[in-house]
């Protein structure tokens, strides 16, 4: 696949926008079936551990420690917009240590949307940027955890088993790429079951290849030249997201940890999918998760249905 080919953004079809506003609309009905009096867990709240302090998270989080490193096109070799390399310090934090799987996605969701069909621990794909951030929400008032998508230096610090020089996520040997990543040349033209080859130096899967990942940072490709150097979360406004990490159909230039693609909040394509991040706690609690923090009842009900409307006007 040529750049041009990788960055070109088509536009999206009424069909596809329509599509999107139903599953947005069935988060918000999963939400207040699941808790008719509550809205989404306080964003504050994170539990000490992270999120294998619940019983009830399914998702497998790994822990990373916060560090500074030399963000973007450290081997010199990479797009312009992966430039100037700068230098990034994030705060700990916890990452999946697997994509969302199509399992999850349908065990919380209850719709089926993926392309690739009936490989229930394949990484869910064919999702948009703001039914991953949906997820998270729905998620995080089910298990009282302050679940969200990593930043792109929290991705990319992690992808490199924190902020090594590595140029796929577990390796700077191209040789050796099929033995981390699901691409072009090991992938059979689709996505695969999440953790079947060797993770990196973290302990985490499919960093590099098998479906790209939203992240949470919208995106410009002059942003590295004037990032904060503390916990950088993108420009303030843009119209297209960031997803890192390539997938399956791509060659081994466009599944390297530093490559930055994009697309609009309401693309849907099979080669898109997400995994979750969250905060440790601040301070020193019992490893329980705390209850969920409940507005008034009349407040409360339609309360994530009006956040979500109102972001699909935007």
């Known amino acids: 696949?040529?750049?041009?080919?990788?960055?070109?953004?088509?536009?999206?079809?009424?069909?596809?926008?329509?599509?999107?506003?139903?599953?947005?609309?069935?988060?918000?009905?999963?939400?207040?079936?699941?808790?008719?009096?509550?809205?989404?867990?306080?964003?504050?709240?994170?539990?000490?551990?992270?999120?294998?302090a619940s019983e009830e998270a399914a998702i497998d989080?790994?822990?990373?420690?916060?560090?500074?490193?030399?963000?973007?096109?450290?081997?010199?070799?990479?797009?312009?917009?992966?430039?100037?390399?700068?230098?990034?310090?994030?705060?700990?934090?916890?990452?999946?240590?697997?994509?969302?799987?199509?399992?999850?996605?349908?065990?919380?969701?209850?719709?089926?949307?993926?392309?690739f069909?009936?490989?229930?621990d394949c990484p869910v794909e064919n999702i948009t940027w703001k039914e991953a951030l949906a997820f998270t929400r729905v998620l995080s008032d089910k298990t009282g955890i302050a679940y969200r998508l990593p930043t792109e230096a929290e991705w990319e610090y992690a992808a490199r088993s924190g902020g090594k020089m590595e140029k796929w996520a577990g390796t700077s040997d191209e040789l050796k790429l099929r033995e981390y990543a699901w691409f072009e040349e090991n992938s059979g033209g689709r996505t695969h079951p999440v953790g079947r080859l060797k993770p990196n130096g973290l302990g985490l899967y499919d960093m590099s290849g098998n479906v790209r990942e939203w992240v949470s940072d919208r995106y410009h490709e002059n942003y590295y030249s004037s990032s904060p150097f503390d916990n950088p979360k993108g420009p303030s406004g843009g119209q297209y997201h960031v997803d890192r990490g390539g997938s399956w159909s791509e060659i081994a230039e466009y599944v390297r940890t530093s490559v930055r693609s994009w697309g609009p909040a309401f693309r849907r394509d099979q080669y898109v999918g997400f995994r979750l991040a969250a905060t440790p706690a601040k301070a020193k609690k019992p490893a329980t998760v705390a209850p969920v923090k409940r507005?008034?009842?009349?407040?409360?009900?339609?309360?994530?249905?009006?956040?979500?409307?109102?972001?699909?006007a935007n």
């Open 117 to 120: 069909k009936n490989c229930p």
């Open 295 to 312: 507005p008034p009842e009349s407040e409360g009900k339609w309360m994530e249905i009006d956040r979500m409307m109102e972001e699909l």
């Open 61 to 115: 989080m790994v822990f990373v420690k916060g560090g500074c490193f030399d963000m973007g096109d450290v081997f010199g070799r990479g797009n312009d917009d992966e430039r100037p390399v700068h230098r990034v310090c994030v705060d700990d934090f916890y990452i999946g240590k697997y994509e969302v799987t199509q399992r999850q996605w349908e065990e919380l969701t209850g719709n089926y949307l993926y392309y």
């Open 1 to 52: 696949m040529s750049m041009e080919e990788k960055r070109s953004i088509t536009a999206l079809d009424f069909k596809d926008r329509v599509h999107s506003i139903y599953i947005l609309a069935g988060f918000a009905i999963a939400l207040i079936a699941l808790y008719p009096e509550a809205t989404l867990a306080d964003p504050q709240f994170q539990p000490e551990g992270g999120p294998e």
